[in-house]
Nanobody, 118 residues
């Protein structure tokens, strides 16, 4: 069992920056691929960025060049550095862990609000 706790959300002006963190409890953090997703009311949750167990990264086109995902396996933590924020980045951001070992292990955090407005 893995518990994920996000932090670092808040309100920022357009062009500003935030750094989200997702701390994972339990063992075998390095086994999991980690991802950040976001959701606005009335829309489906969408992938923002993901990082594999071997640190291969993937980004949504809308955040490429502005967001950076990273992980620190020693701290059981994944980060999302968000720069040049836009109002359309406003959403609840969720952390996800997924791993495969004869079955699929999938965990979500509770979410953290990011608001970008002037």
């Amino acid at each position: 069992q893995v518990q994920l706790v996000e932090s670092g959300g808040g309100s920022v002006h357009p062009g500003g920056s935030l750094r989200l963190s997702c701390a994972a409890s339990g063992n075998s953090f390095s086994f999991y691929s980690m991802g950040w997703y976001r959701q606005v009311p009335g829309k489906q949750r969408e992938l923002v960025a993901e990082i594999s167990s071997s640190s291969i990264t993937n980004y949504a086109d809308s955040v490429k060049g502005r967001f950076t995902i990273s992980r620190d396996n020693a701290k059981n933590t994944v980060y999302l550095e968000m720069n040049s924020l836009k109002p359309e980045d406003t959403a609840v951001y969720y952390c996800r862990a997924i791993g495969y070992r004869s079955t699929t292990y999938l965990y979500w955090g509770q979410g953290t609000q990011v608001t970008v407005s002037s």
